[in-house]
């Protein structure tokens, strides 16, 4: 079945550095959508890609989906201890509103 | 507005019970999602609905888990027999397709 593969799956930072993480999905998707997981917390929506090599930006955060809308990366500018917790990529399928959510990477940052 | 509630919020159960877990999605939203959480995992699909009609059930890890949603707007999961490896929590969402999903607080199972 389809698999969402994402690595790192740690990243401990200092404050002020950047941060990136990289999924992969065996098959071509629809779209894909990123979410953000506090620790205790529930999944937060914080994007969606829809179009081969699309980048948008969010004010430090900055989301690319890959030509093949196989891939996806997510990279944060200096990072902050706001910025905790886990991020999940999410891939959705043609003809599927379902979604295959990445492994995460769990980022840590230090002050 | 009210988000996507669920209850109960804690849920222990002895191996061998049945449980029922209630999710109420924002109002209006067509589509309603299940997923299993694992700690330390990424969140599983289980099962989605679309109005009252289950649409893809493929992600019920087996017959004893059993999902409903019979008007359309409050959902129920299911899982009889409740085995020590049903442990997660459960998260619900409720999105306006295509769109972002937007997730409950989830239910955290413990079977003992």
């Known amino acids: 079945g389809q698999q969402v593969m994402q690595i790192p799956q740690y990243q401990h930072v200092q404050e002020g550095e950047d941060f990136t993480t990289y999924c992969n999905s065996s098959?071509?998707?629809?779209?894909i959508q990123w979410y953000k997981q506090r620790p205790g917390g529930h999944p937060v929506f914080l994007i969606q890609l829809v179009k081969s090599g699309e980048v948008k930006k969010q004010k430090r955060l900055t989301f690319q989906f890959g030509e093949a809308k196989k891939n996806s990366s997510l990279h944060i500018t200096a990072t902050q201890t706001t910025d905790v917790g886990t991020y999940f990529c999410a891939g959705v399928s043609y003809n599927t509103d379902k979604l295959i959510f990445g492994t995460g990477t769990r980022l840590q940052v230090f002050p | 507005g009210a988000g996507v509630s669920q209850s109960p919020r804690y849920k222990v159960a002895k191996r061998g019970q049945d449980v029922a877990l209630r999710c109420d999605p924002i109002s209006g939203h067509v589509s309603l999602f299940w997923y299993q959480q694992a700690l330390g995992q990424g969140p599983e699909f289980l099962t989605y609905?679309?109005?009252?009609?289950?649409?893809?059930k493929s992600g019920l890890p087996s017959d004893r888990f059993f999902a409903e949603r019979p008007e359309g707007s409050v959902s129920t999961l299911k899982i009889q027999r409740t085995q020590q490896e049903d442990s997660a929590v459960y998260l619900c969402?409720?999105?306006?397709?295509?769109?972002?999903?937007?997730f409950g607080p989830g239910t955290r199972l413990t079977v003992t």
């Open positions: 969402a409720s999105s306006v397709r295509p769109l972002e999903q937007y």
């Open positions: 609905f679309q109005n009252e009609a289950q649409l893809d």
């Open positions: 098959t071509t998707l629809s779209n």
